[in-house]
């Protein structure tokens, strides 16, 4: 099986950068996408980005030129390096991998993480 932690989440004042890791662990052939998304109180989720496993990336509009996603295919790890945070960026933020494992290799499996809080307040 694959397990999937999230970290880096936490209080910071608005402006204020914040950068969020996710690292993905068990019998890992390859993984092809990774996200993240967000969850704000009363608020749907909602993909704040996404990597592919050929580099390319896509974000939702409000967080462009804010947020970037990068990844680290040796360590099985994504990345969210987030900046000019406000209020609205506060939600608990989740992280998705689409996996192809050992005993699967020919598909891709989704896996979440738990989730991390991030808010912006002063």
């Known amino acids: 099986q694959v397990e999937v932690v999230e970290s880096g989440g936490g209080l910071v004042q608005p402006g204020g950068s914040l950068r969020l890791s996710c690292a993905a662990s068990?019998?890992?052939?390859?993984?092809?996408?990774m996200a993240w998304w967000r969850q704000g109180a009363g608020k749907e989720r909602e993909l704040v980005a996404i990597i592919r496993n050929d580099g390319t990336t896509n974000y939702i509009d409000s967080v462009k030129d804010r947020f970037t996603i990068s990844r680290d295919n040796t360590k099985h790890t994504a990345y969210l390096q987030m900046g000019s945070l406000n209020s609205e960026d506060t939600a608990v933020y989740y992280c998705q991998m689409n996996v192809r494992t050992w005993l699967q290799f020919n598909i891709g499996v989704d896996y979440w993480g738990q989730g991390t809080q991030v808010t912006v307040s002063s």
């Open positions: 068990g019998s890992i052939f390859s993984i092809n996408s």
